[in-house]
């Protein structure tokens, strides 16, 4: 149980478009989802935390104008990448948890490479 | 932030040693957990142990806790090539929100 989807898995895109990442909880209704992003080699940040039918709230130093990201259900959360440049090419990871289940664990998604030219 | 300084940044062992990585955090938190990421996955979560713990067992893994000096241990035992990951630790600072502040990561090599 508690498996973690992400769409598209890699996405390689020109400079200027806009790419949308899927991220959704499959047998277990995330309250919560995390959105990180990680370098080569380097560790997790986290971008924002979205609950379900609210706005997200962004980390510092993330432009939410450029990030943009909606949880409009309670097994689906997605993010935005907006006119995208090289510097957002990354891995891109969500996480899920859920305030049903006694539990602090988030589970995580397989991450999403966006390659942008 | 990164608030998780993990020590080393890379381990090479053999196959049936033991291997032990450190994570020191900077902030009180609710819990620690432990997570691995094979190279372009995402991440398995390990353990988690919380702040009123000082230890807990999982398996071949070993985790301690000392909330005085902010630091955390994973124990490996008898590590197995497949073990060769990412190993990251992070930290739960809110218990409200469950953001997850991450270390920087050891990168584990189990040779055969």
């Known amino acids: 149980g508690a498996v973690v989807s992400q769409h598209p898995s890699r996405v390689i895109c020109k400079s200027g478009t806009s790419v949308k990442i899927e991220c959704r909880s499959l047998d277990f209704q995330a309250t919560t989802m995390f959105w990180y992003r990680q370098f080569p080699k380097k560790s997790l940040m986290l971008m924002a935390t979205?609950?379900?039918?609210?706005?997200?709230?962004?980390e510092q130093g993330v432009e939410k104008d450029k990030f943009l990201i909606n949880h409009a259900s309670l097994t689906l959360s997605t993010l935005t990448v907006t006119s995208a440049h090289p510097e957002d090419s990354s891995f891109y990871i969500c996480?899920?948890?859920?305030?049903?289940?006694?539990?602090?664990?988030?589970?995580f998604g397989p991450g999403t490479r966006l390659t942008v030219l | 932030s990164q608030q998780g300084e993990e020590d080393p940044q890379a381990l090479s062992i053999q196959e049936g040693e033991n291997a032990t990585m450190n994570c020191s955090y900077k902030?009180?938190?609710?819990?620690l957990q432990w997570y691995r990421q094979n190279s372009g996955r995402g991440l398995v979560h390990l353990i988690l142990?919380?702040?009123?713990?000082r230890e807990k067992h999982s398996g071949r893994l070993r985790v301690t806790l000392d909330t005085s000096k902010k630091s955390s241990s994973l124990l490996i035992t008898a590590s197995r090539a497949a073990d060769t990951a990412s190993y990251f630790c992070?930290?739960?600072?809110?218990?409200?929100?469950?953001?997850?502040?991450f270390g920087q990561g050891t990168t584990l090599q189990v040779k055969p």
């Open positions: 979205s609950n379900e039918g609210s706005k997200a709230t962004y």
């Open positions: 142990i919380r702040s009123n713990e």
């Open positions: 902030t009180s938190i609710n819990n």
């Open positions: 996480s899920a948890k859920t305030a049903y289940l006694s539990t602090d664990t988030q589970y």
């Open positions: 992070a930290t739960d600072a809110s218990s409200n929100t469950g953001k997850l502040i």
